[in-house]
């Protein structure tokens, strides 16, 4: 149990951190663009919202397979296949969490306005010096709000890491598979302690936002 519980918290953590990085850029450009296929990449990333957890993981486990170009490169490079390991969970969590990450940020990247960075340009700011000094500050709350969405999301992610990651203990046994293991098996003690322990989180997450939002909304 507190090996899924510790897997868990280190692939929720590792995807937050992965979408930190990734989902900052493609939020902004996502904001900022003129381009008219811009809603086309956009609807691209919010595709998991909508897609069957198994529909995805399904093509994850073909893309990923050796078999595939993507997979059979991976292998080539790395010497091992993503199926089945803790890195593909981590690229199946990536996927499927993403839209949690980039929608709150982009919101409030739209959501500031051009004034802010006309009043940088005028004090010849840097768009990098922009972005750090001024858009990320700005963009605090959506910054906030899409790390414990990401965090949360991947805790409880299910079809997506049955489907590319299987059920081996210390390496893709997360919680969720867990719990279904424990269902499975008829333990249902463990169950029930994996899950109200799921309840209270999702509560706390859910409190949290509000609090979040209510104190952004008043700054």
Request: aromatic share 12%; no cysteine; hydrophobic share 55%.
């Amino acid at each position: 149990m507190l090996e899924a519980i510790v897997l868990t918290i280190k692939l929720a953590t590792i995807t937050t951190l992965v979408l930190l990085l990734i989902g900052m850029p493609l939020a902004w450009w996502l904001a900022r663009s003129k381009r008219w296929w811009k809603e086309i990449i956009a609807s691209i990333v919010t595709l998991p919202l909508v897609l069957p957890p198994t529909v995805l993981g399904f093509y994850l486990l073909i893309t990923l397979s050796p078999n595939h170009f993507i997979g059979k490169l991976f292998v080539d490079v790395f010497g091992y296949a993503l199926p089945f390991t803790f890195t593909g969970l981590v690229i199946g969590s990536v996927i499927y969490s993403l839209p949690f990450m980039v929608q709150p940020l982009r919101d409030s990247f739209e959501s500031m306005g051009e004034r802010p960075l006309e009043v940088a340009a005028t004090l010849r700011a840097s768009p990098l010096d922009t972005f750090i000094s001024v858009v990320i500050p700005m963009a605090r709350s959506g910054l906030l709000t899409g790390s414990v969405l990401t965090f949360a999301h991947t805790v409880g992610e299910f079809g997506v890491i049955l489907m590319i990651g299987g059920n081996i203990p210390s390496e893709t046994k997360v919680l969720s598979v867990a719990i279904y293991d424990y269902v499975e098996s008829l333990q249902w003690k463990q169950a029930h302690w994996l899950s109200g322990g799921m309840l209270i989180f999702s509560f706390l997450v859910i409190v949290i936002m509000r609090l979040v939002e209510r104190r952004f909304r008043y700054d």
